[in-house]
């Protein structure tokens, strides 16, 4: 079997889907891998380790495509919008982040070549996908880059200071989403000094929150119908996020620092932070939206830009986890391999279409179309969750990460 890499073409996409040390695991198990010349350019590997670890690493992009069975990417179909469906082969298997909202005619296209696909934003929350869930993996590190993002802008000092000339306070930080990347936002931000408030729609997350070192913050909301049985965020409708808003006025207001993590998938992202809000603040504050892709949580954002809006610094960022490439590389890579493994029975493909990981990714298989995030009993039940608010990994799930990096 052999298993390729195409480069990344997306813009400023900096990922790679398969890092060496992980590429070696394969080709000592007996898979071929082929990598495009210039795949781990961007995060720091180069095509002699590649070629070290046992890949054949090829010029020419297409040829990947044209000779291997199974496809690892990191952004590919509706999540980039430079690739095309017809560059995958017949009865290829294409795994990795493929923007399953987007797709249209490409999925027709998929399916009269018998292309198997795999999104991974579909993983199911579930403890056996776990080492699987290359949205969680990716949020957890945006959470962290976001900290960091604010604390380089903020024109004060996160931690407290006593000194001669004075005593500095904390920063006030405020994350709104205690999902997979909200507490991580709030993890960072508490380990660089900062006082860290947060808040999220689901009452029973506060434990988490205040393990992290932060106070949450209770508003006088009806919570009873917020979150599904897994406990992730229901969407709520417009008088609730009105009302949220409200509430939340007095806390932003008192912020140097907010962070906001709630989307939608698929949807717009619920906007929670208005321009009235921004205006109570004081100038040289700042926001990071990491909703932005989704239209964004707060209402000046734009996507992948900086705006200031009443002298308060408002980012957008949709690709925060692209600019850790190295460390996301390495993880999307565990990700990805795990979910091959999952495929195979002694190292053969077996797709088994009952099993509920490969039932909940599937876009395309044997010439049929599926969509499994269009299913109707789904669609009027859209989870309003933290920029990946996937289930939290078990204590010992860094084990599924390959010891073999050299971070």
């Known amino acids: 079997m052999i298993i390729g890499v195409p480069r990344e073409v997306a813009v400023n996409e900096r990922r790679a889907a398969l890092t060496p040390p992980v590429a070696e695991g394969l080709v000592e198990r ?18 002699t380790e590649y070629r070290d670890a046992g890949c054949e690493v090829v010029d020419d992009r297409g040829a ?8 690892f990417q990191v952004r590919g179909l509706g999540a980039s919008p430079e690739a095309e469906p017809d560059q995958y ?32 934003e579909l993983i199911p929350r579930i403890s056996r996908a776990q080492s699987m869930d290359a949205l969680s993996s990716m949020a957890s590190v945006g959470g962290y880059k976001a900290a960091l993002v604010a ?10 200071q006593m000194t001669a000339a004075g005593t500095v306070r904390p920063a006030d930080v405020f994350v709104v989403g205690a999902g997979v990347a909200g507490l991580q936002a709030i993890a960072t931000a508490d380990r660089l000094g900062a006082n860290v408030r947060a808040y999220d729609i689901r009452p029973e997350v506060k434990e988490e929150v205040e393990s ?25 409708d417009e008088e609730f996020y009105r009302k949220q808003r409200e509430m939340m006025n007095r806390v ?16 717009p992202s619920p906007e929670l ?48 986890p692209g600019t850790v490439s190295r460390t996301t590389s390495r993880l999307y890579a565990n990700n990805v391999t795990n ?27 044997d010439g049929t179309i599926r969509n499994p995030h269009e299913q109707p009993d789904e669609e009027d039940d859209e989870e309003a969750e933290d920029e990946s608010d996937e289930a939290e990994p078990d204590e010992d799930e860094e084990t599924t990460v390959e010891a073999t990096d050299d971070e």
């Open 30 to 47: 007996g898979f071929d891998v082929l990598v495009s010349a210039g795949t781990g350019d961007e995060a720091g590997w180069s095509n």
């Open 64 to 71: 990947v495509f044209d000779r291997s069975d199974v496809i």
């Open 89 to 120: 082969d017949e009865e290829q298997i294409v795994i990795g982040l493929l923007g399953p909202y987007e797709l249209e005619d490409e999925l027709e296209t998929l399916a009269e070549r018998n292309v198997t696909a795999f999104a991974l």
């Open 151 to 160: 604390a380089e802008e903020l024109p004060k000092l996160f931690p407290m």
């Open 212 to 236: 992290l070192g932060a106070e949450f913050v209770e508003l006088d909301l009806e919570t009873d119908d917020t979150s599904d049985e897994e406990g992730h965020a229901r969407e709520q």
């Open 252 to 267: 932003i207001a008192d912020s140097d620092v907010v962070i906001t993590t709630a989307a939608v998938p698929g949807r």
């Open 273 to 320: 932070v208005t321009n009235e809000m921004i205006e109570g603040m004081e100038r040289g504050s700042v926001i990071v939206d990491l909703a932005a892709e989704g239209g964004g949580n707060c209402e000046p954002t734009q996507a992948d830009e900086t705006v200031t809006y009443e002298g308060v610094t408002v980012f957008g960022p949709t690709n925060l």
């Open 339 to 365: 979910f091959l493994d999952n495929l195979l029975e002694d190292d053969e493909l077996t797709i088994d279409t009952a099993d509920e990981i490969v039932d909940a990714t599937m876009l395309t298989h």
